[in-house]
């Protein structure tokens, strides 16, 4: 037969065992917003514009652009 109180505990300790509900709510939570953090902020990472940069070199120096295209574009990832 199960001890008294909740979760099957005895010696009337039932709800001293919420606390571990309530932190493991707690980190859900934490986690939840850290993946939505990180959902959210993908498009506004600063490494995108060091390869944009990247890219714009390797173009230049291939010479599929030309210089004046070359100033503009990197003018523009400036800004």
């Given amino acids: ?3 008294y109180g ?10 001293g065992n ?5 932190l493991i709510s707690i980190i859900l939570t934490f986690i939840s917003v850290y993946l939505l953090f990180k959902l959210f902020s993908r498009g506004r990472n600063p490494q995108n514009a060091s390869t944009a940069r990247e890219i714009l070199n390797v173009r230049f120096a291939k ?17």
């Fill in 1 to 3: 037969m199960m001890g």
């Fill in 6 to 15: 909740w979760f099957g505990s005895c010696c009337g300790n039932g709800l």
């Fill in 18 to 22: 919420m606390w571990i509900v309530g």
């Fill in 63 to 79: 010479g599929e652009i030309s210089k004046k295209e070359y100033e503009q574009m990197k003018k523009d990832l400036d800004n």
